[in-house]
T-cell receptor, first 118, second 112 residues
C-alpha cells in the first residue's frame, strides 16, 4: 500500500545543532508539505513543494529549509536548532492542484516527528 | 486575528450525544472547506470536504457551510467513544495548490 513515512519519530537535540527530518511518500504525489503543530496554534505551514526542484516558503519558514531532488522525498532541515522549534512536525502529500474537479484536495499526513530542542 | 478560529475545547459529551463543532474564518476568498480528524499521536486524516454553502452528510457526520457568515460546522450524531479525537477545520482558496489553512483544533472526548 502507498504510504508516507517520517523519520525519526522522536528526536532530542541541542540548541545550535543542525537537524534533518526525513519524509518519504510512495503515492507519486507532486505536492508535498511540512507543517508544525503546537498547542494553541494548530498546524502551521513551514515549506511546500509542487514538484521536483520546486520549493516555497510557508507562514513560519524562518530557520527551516527544504530541497526536492525527487518526487518521493522532501527533507526538512533546521539549520541551527532553537528551543522555539520544539514541536511536532508533520509531512503531508497530495495530488496536484485543486483545479481538477475530481481532485478532493486531500492531504495525506505522516505520523509526525516529535522534536525537542534543549 | 487568525484567519481561521476554532474553539480548542476540550468538549466532553456522553456516548450517543450530538457533537457540534465550528470554525469561523475571515477571508471571503476561501472556497473549499474540510474537516480532519486526528487521534492522539497520529497524523490528521480527512473526514469530510465540501466546496459550497449548505449541508453535506456522510453517515453520522454532517458538514455545514455558511459563506455569508464565514462560519463552518461539523455535527457528529450518535457519538461513540471511538469519535474521541481532535477535529481540525481546514480551509483553502480554490485552485491554490492544496495550501490549507487550519484551525487550532477542538479536542472531543466521548464518555461511555
Amino acid at each position: 500500500d502507498a504510504e508516507i513515512t517520517q523519520s525519526p519519530r522522536h528526536k532530542i537535540t541541542e540548541t545550535g545543532r543542525q537537524v534533518t527530518l526525513a519524509c518519504h511518500q510512495t503515492w507519486n504525489h507532486n505536492n508535498m508539505f511540512w507543517y508544525r503543530q503546537d498547542l494553541g496554534h494548530g498546524l502551521r505551514l513551514i515549506h511546500y513543494s509542487y514538484g521536483v526542484q520546486d520549493t516555497n516558503k510557508g507562514e513560519v519558514s524562518d530557520g527551516y529549509s527544504v530541497s526536492r531532488s525527487n518526487t518521493e522525498d522532501l527533507p526538512l532541515t533546521l539549520e541551527s536548532a532553537a528551543s522555539s522549534q520544539t514541536s511536532v512536525y508533520f509531512c503531508a502529500s497530495s495530488e496536484s492542484s485543486l483545479a481538477g474537479i475530481s481532485n478532493t484536495g486531500e492531504l495525506f499526513f505522516g505520523e509526525g516527528s516529535r522534536l525537542t530542542v534543549l | 486575528q487568525k484567519e481561521v478560529e476554532q474553539d480548542p475545547g476540550p468538549l466532553s459529551v456522553p456516548e450517543g450525544a450530538i457533537v457540534s463543532l465550528n470554525c469561523t474564518y475571515s477571508n471571503s476568498a476561501f472556497q473549499y472547506f474540510m474537516w480532519y480528524r486526528q487521534y492522539s499521536r497520529k497524523g490528521p486524516e480527512l473526514l469530510m470536504y465540501t466546496y459550497s454553502s449548505g449541508n453535506k452528510e456522510d453517515g453520522r457526520f454532517t458538514a455545514q457551510v455558511d459563506k455569508s457568515s464565514k462560519y463552518i460546522s461539523l455535527f457528529i450524531r450518535d457519538s461513540q467513544p471511538s469519535d474521541s479525537a481532535t477535529y481540525l477545520c481546514a480551509i483553502a482558496v480554490w485552485a491554490a495548490g492544496n495550501k490549507l489553512t487550519f484551525g487550532g483544533g477542538t479536542r472531543v472526548l466521548v464518555k461511555p
